[in-house]
T-cell receptor, first 114, second 115 residues
Framework: DTEVTQTPKHLVMGMTNKKSLKCEQHMGHRAMYWYKQKAKKPPELMFVYSYEKLSINESVPSRFSPECPNSSLLNLHLHALQPEDSALYLC?????????????FGEGSWLTVV | AQSVTQLGSHVSVSEGALVLLRCNYSSSVPPYLFWYVQYPNQGLQLLLKYTSAATLVKGINGFEAEFKKSETSFHLTKPSAHMSDAAEYFCAVSDTGGGADGLTFGKGTHLIIQP
């Protein structure tokens, strides 16, 4: 089973709302990722968790807050987002951060900020 | 920093024709290279990867890619295109230094299959 599950599939939120994106994998992977993908662009790395420890991407605004409750779950908390944050948010996982490991992606969560 | 360049943002081929999607990498050491496919409104699916075990890599759906160090290339090919191959294709590189922070993607190539 090489499945990364993301919920919700679609989310519409106002700029003052607080919402969360959720991600789950049961492959025993110890590295998990959040990517952001704008239309017709490649995915851009936002955050990496390795053994439930965060590697911070300095260019990600603080209105995005990741959380890794355990080795199978990854959340992305959203607060005071801007319309330009509307995008596809992809969760992914791999056995470890070592470069040769395959990164498996979920189907993504489509976020629209109004 | 390692990077990949995909030549051609759009490639159009006829059904049954050869598919060739180009990817060149920039790295001071042999990299780990990946090809992913993204169908409309879906996530990314791994087609194949190069990790130095063999220069010719076979993947899913009849795709293969050849790692050529002399040309710093990792082009993706498929002998006979099918309508279902229409999608966005991304070449990606991963750090070999052990401190990998995910993948760095090329800009993508949109593959169009003409009937």
């Amino acid at each position: 089973d090489t499945e990364v599950t993301q919920t919700p599939k679609h989310l519409v939120m106002g700029m003052t709302n607080k919402k969360s994106l959720k991600c789950e994998q049961h492959m025993g992977h110890r590295a998990m990722y959040w990517y952001k993908q704008k239309a017709k662009k490649p995915p851009e790395l936002m955050f990496v968790y390795s053994y439930e420890k965060l590697s911070i991407n300095e260019s990600v605004p603080s209105r995005f807050s990741p959380e890794c409750p355990n080795s199978s779950l990854l959340n992305l908390h959203l607060h005071a987002l801007q319309p330009e944050d509307s995008a596809l948010y992809l969760c992914a996982s791999s056995q470890s951060r070592t470069g040769e490991n395959t990164i498996y992606f979920g189907e993504g969560s489509w976020l629209t900020v109004v | 920093a390692q990077s990949v360049t995909q030549l051609g943002s759009h490639v159009s081929v006829s059904e049954g024709a050869l598919v060739l999607l180009r990817c060149n990498y920039s790295s001071s050491v042999p990299p780990y290279l990946f090809w992913y496919v993204q169908y409309p409104n879906q996530g990314l699916q791994l087609l194949l990867k190069y990790t130095s075990a063999a220069t010719l890599v076979k993947g899913i759906n009849g795709f293969e890619a050849e790692f050529k160090k002399s040309e710093t290339s990792f082009h993706l090919t498929k002998p006979s295109a099918h309508m279902s191959d229409a999608a966005e294709y991304f070449c990606a590189v991963s750090d070999t230094g052990g401190g990998a922070d995910g993948l760095t993607f090329g800009k993508g190539t949109h593959l169009i299959i003409q009937p």
